[in-house]
């Protein structure tokens, strides 16, 4: 079974799209947007488990020079909008 989770990032002042586009080439990677608010930048990952998600956090985006500090938020259940939901 897939995790998913969003890893909200500080990052460096004008260094939100250098993020975004060096995060988006990991495979884990579903989504990343640049955000206005405490966060500079949101994620939304998929790993196989845990242990992938702590080793993806730990050695591919924590050693990315431009970012801060990280939030790692778990998804528990996902909801889809009606425009996201399958035509009938």
Do not use: Q
Not at 35 to 45: A, F, L, M, R, S
Not at 64 to 73: A, D, E, G, V
Not at 76 to 85: C, I, L
């Amino acid at each position: 079974m897939n995790i998913k989770a969003y890893i909200l990032f500080k990052v460096n002042s004008g260094a939100e799209k250098e993020v975004c586009k060096k995060i988006v080439e990991f495979d884990e990677v579903l989504t990343a947007d640049i955000t206005y608010g405490e966060y500079d930048v949101i994620t939304k990952v998929s790993v196989p488990d845990l242990k992938a998600l702590e080793t993806f956090t730990t050695d591919k985006i924590r050693k990315i020079p431009s970012i801060l500090l990280t939030s790692t938020m778990i998804i528990a259940r996902e909801y889809k909008g009606k425009n996201a939901r399958p035509k009938k």
